[in-house]
């Protein structure tokens, strides 16, 4: 069992930036691929960006390439989300998730066995 808890969601202007962490739990960290996703009010929970479990692949979705990195560190069994020129529609609650297969940067949100309870991200204009 693997528990997620994210921090570092908060209010900022269009234009700033803001780092998420994903502090993990347990032994096999380092064995899983990790995922950011996002939820806006009325939106379906979509993926922003993954990583697999070495960090030598990563994926992004169109609307953040440029703009947002996926970064972790196994030794921390830490997973962040660096996030600037941050934009109103940026605004959502953010989760990170866990997928024990590892291998690849998984977008689908169905391949991932692990949830976060979210930190919610808000960008004034």
């Known amino acids: 069992q693997v528990q997620l808890v994210e921090s570092g969601g908060g209010l900022v202007q269009a234009g700033g930036s803001l780092r998420l962490s994903c502090a993990a739990s347990?032994?096999?960290?380092?064995?899983?691929?990790m995922g950011w996703f996002r939820q806006a009010p009325g939106k379906e929970r979509g993926i922003v960006a993954a990583?697999?479990?070495?960090?030598?692949?990563?994926y992004y979705a169109d609307s953040v390439k440029g703009r947002f990195t996926i970064s972790r560190d196994n030794a921390k069994n830490t997973v962040y989300l660096q996030m600037n020129s941050l934009k109103p529609e940026d605004t959502a609650v953010y989760y990170c998730?866990?997928?024990?297969?590892?291998?690849?940067?998984?977008?689908?949100?169905?391949?991932?066995?692990?949830w976060g309870q979210g930190t919610q991200v808000t960008v004034s204009s």
């Open positions: 998730a866990a997928d024990r297969s590892g291998s690849r940067a998984t977008r689908e949100t169905d391949e991932y066995d692990y």
């Open positions: 347990g032994r096999s960290f380092s064995l899983y691929a």
């Open positions: 990583i697999n479990w070495s960090g030598t692949n990563t």
